[in-house]
């Protein structure tokens, strides 16, 4: 039976994944799904997870994956939004906020009351581009992505 469904179930999300209605940036954060959410993503999550309505908000909340579109975006700056109270909860940030913040003077840290860890990411202008939740990132992590996607601009 498991086995079956989860064949079915890859075989389904192949077929309808990209015709999944997408829900607002918003929509996908009350769900829980931030960030780089990519379909791959989802469709490896459908290989483990025999929950077909989780598989289908992750979804609705993806974007198809594109190694030359994800290699194109590049941010001009990043604010380290984060709960100074739940810090406690999260060494990997700790470390990076300690060590490694100041080898990136366009990242900022900000301390918001019962806010996750996340970057929220900025274009040239210094508007909000997109947010992305680093719960579970390891420090390594943190550094790469910053050193492949942010690039800050020469008029900033």
């Not at 379909?39 to 289908?56: F, G, H, I, N, P």
């Not at 700056?77 to 490694?100: H, T």
Request: net charge negative.
């Amino acid at each position: 039976m498991g086995v079956i469904q989860v064949a079915l179930l890859c075989f389904l999300v192949g077929v309808f994944g990209s015709k999944a209605e997408q829900l607002s940036t918003k929509e996908c954060e009350n769900l829980g799904f931030t960030g780089l959410a990519l379909c791959s993503d989802c469709r490896t999550l459908a290989e483990y997870v025999k929950d077909q309505e989780l598989v289908s908000e992750c979804l609705s909340c993806c974007t198809e994956d594109s190694d030359d579109a994800m290699s194109k975006i590049i941010y001009s700056g990043a604010v380290l939004e984060v709960c100074m109270r739940k810090l406690v909860f999260y060494p990997e940030v700790v470390g990076f906020i300690e060590d490694d913040k100041d080898k990136f003077p366009f990242v900022k840290v900000q301390y918001a009351f019962n806010s996750p860890p996340k970057l929220i990411m900025l274009d040239e202008h210094g508007e909000h581009k997109e947010t992305i939740r680093i719960d579970n990132w390891k420090r390594e992590h943190i550094l790469q992505f910053l050193k492949e996607k942010v690039k800050p601009s020469s008029d900033i």
